[in-house]
């Protein structure tokens, strides 16, 4: 059935630099995407979203970027920190209805 | 301080033994929703509800209930719990589905175990 998808399990990086997490997503339909953030023994706490009518979305230190055409999410961290070390989750929803898909996570590593 | 609660934090339980796990938001949130997590397979919706009196399935929703009968509670409920059940529960709520900007709000998780 439709999924949604993660390309790496796992990222680790120095800290300072950039992160890019990716997604991709099988379900053309979805118009709306979610990214979120689980810290260790914590429940996900939501980052950011985008509407399939954009391309881009920036907020504090982080960008969504929105590629329909090959179905690709991707999260960008601007210099990473220690605090950002966690597992990271894309989740996709369509037409304004309750169903929420999730991806399976990118556990993020941010070496000091 | 707006949260999601849930009870109990673990719980340890027999197979076949009915068991529910309460979930409140002080936000005055439409939106409702049960996940759980299993590892390599991330987070699975089993319920959600859009409003009072308005639930429906996600994708894993065999041998669980839910009820809405009021805002701000939303328990979810296991019949007749099997040891497939045993898994970490999150219960999270948002204004509405979908929406811009719209946060959903997740609480600090279930710890089940069923023996």
């Known amino acids: 059935g439709e999924s949604v998808g993660l390309h790496l399990p796992t990222l680790s990086v120095q800290e300072g630099d950039n992160s890019i997490i990716n997604c991709a997503y099988s379900?053309?339909?979805?118009?709306?995407f979610i990214w979120y953030k689980q810290e260790s023994g914590k429940g996900p706490q939501f980052i950011i979203d985008i509407r399939s009518n954009m391309d881009k979305r920036q907020g504090q230190r982080v960008t969504v970027l929105l590629n329909k055409t090959v179905k690709h999410l991707s999260l960008q961290i601007a210099a990473t920190q220690p605090g950002d070390s966690a597992v990271y989750f894309c989740a996709e929803n369509y037409n304004q209805g309750g169903k929420l898909i999730f991806g399976q996570g990118t556990e993020l590593s941010v070496k000091p | 301080e707006a949260q999601v609660t849930q009870n109990p934090r673990y719980l340890i339980t027999v197979t076949g033994k009915k068991l529910t796990v309460t979930c409140s938001q002080n936000?005055?949130?439409?939106?409702m929703s049960w996940y759980r997590q299993d590892p390599g397979l991330g987070l699975r919706q089993i319920y959600y509800?859009?409003?009072?009196?308005?639930?429906d399935k996600g994708d894993v929703p065999e041998g669980y209930k839910v009820s809405r009968k009021e805002k701000r509670n939303f328990p979810l409920i296991l019949e007749s719990p099997s040891p497939n059940q045993t898994s970490l529960y999150f219960c999270?709520?948002?204004?509405?589905?979908?929406?811009?900007?719209?946060?959903?709000?997740f609480g600090p998780g279930t710890r089940l175990t069923v023996l």
């Open positions: 936000m005055n949130h439409e939106y």
């Open positions: 999270a709520s948002s204004w509405t589905s979908g929406s811009y900007d719209n946060e959903q709000f």
């Open positions: 509800s859009m409003n009072v009196e308005v639930t």
């Open positions: 379900n053309s339909a979805s118009d709306y």
